[in-house]
């Protein structure tokens, strides 16, 4: 790992790149801190854009000189930088994975369970998740926080929109919880693989569709579990997705960002709640009728 200022970062992973790595990524230093850099929206087709501080991953095969490629980056940017080797070893990297995530329990009698767990649990509503290359274990707070919303506001009548699904997770558990209609939205193809997958295993019926198809219904529930920086641009599509008098959860938000996501939010929404588990909030409101 390298740690490197916004105007060195393209420039470091290019330059690994061409020495070598197999894949390189860039991200926030302070990423899930309460000093998190907000810079993106949603969606964003400006020039690249990157932290005041970076940390930099790069992968390369077992025989590399790390030496050399450090000095190879230093002498590309006429600078000395600091270098952090980790080695990685060969590893069933699916069942660690799949080995870190059991059957979760929300409010005594909602089951969240993995697909690579036979278990089930007759009493409380049982949902079968594999996310697949989407996010969405429902191991996060965030999901907790989201499902404990839905748990105490889905009725039967209501039409509910997952802005942001991943893996589709939220507005599966809101059909399952009794709502009349669900449907999850999602800019990452990925994430609506995976979760028409996980409608089809739960045997509920839940249309999933791309951020850039038109979005038919007005939600009496929408519920947004996607970073803080999207929900800020975000907020008058979701206002003007929502019923008058309808209900919005936001959450993937840091305690660090509740008060200006509350701050964008109250242009069309009453705020009524905020949740707290582990350093994330989720903001509960209800749409004003203006």
Not at 4 to 19: G, M, N, V
Not at 36 to 65: C, D, M, R, V
Not at 127 to 135: E, K, N, Q, R, V
Not at 157 to 178: F, H, T
Request: aromatic letters at 8%; hydrophobic letters at 40%; glycine letters at 6%.
């Amino acid at each position: 790992m390298i740690q490197t200022s916004a105007d060195s970062a393209e420039k470091i992973t290019d330059c690994l790149i061409d020495l070598g790595a197999i894949s390189t990524s860039i991200q926030d230093k302070n990423l899930n801190q309460n000093n998190e850099e907000i810079i993106f929206g949603e969606p964003y087709n400006g020039p690249h854009q990157y932290w005041k501080e970076n940390t930099i991953s790069a992968l390369f095969e077992e025989n590399i000189k790390v030496e050399k490629i450090k000095n190879e980056l230093e002498n590309f940017l006429n600078q000395k930088i600091e270098v952090i080797v980790t080695k990685i070893e060969d590893q069933d990297w699916v069942k660690i994975s799949q080995d870190q995530f059991d059957p979760i329990c929300i409010r005594d009698n909602f089951w969240i369970i993995p697909t690579w767990h036979s278990q089930e649990f007759k009493s409380g509503i049982n949902l079968i998740l594999d996310p697949g290359l989407a996010f969405g274990t429902g191991s996060h707070p965030t999901t907790h926080l989201c499902i404990e919303w839905l748990i105490d506001n889905v009725k039967k009548n209501n039409q509910v929109l997952d802005y942001g699904c991943g893996s589709g997770i939220l507005a599966i558990a809101a059909k399952k919880i009794g709502c009349k209609l669900a449907l999850g939205v999602d800019i990452d193809p990925q994430a609506l693989i995976a979760s028409k997958d996980n409608a089809l295993l739960n045997n509920v019926n839940v249309e999933f569709i791309e951020t850039s198809k038109p979005i038919m219904i007005k939600a009496d529930l929408i519920v947004a579990n996607i970073l803080s920086s999207a929900l800020s641009v975000l907020a008058p599509a979701l206002a003007g997705y929502c019923n008058p008098h309808g209900m919005i959860a936001l959450s993937g938000i840091l305690e660090a960002q509740e008060k200006i996501i509350i701050e964008i939010y109250q242009e069309w929404f009453n705020i009524v709640g905020v949740t707290r588990k582990d350093g994330w909030v989720c903001i509960s409101g209800v749409r004003r009728n203006n």
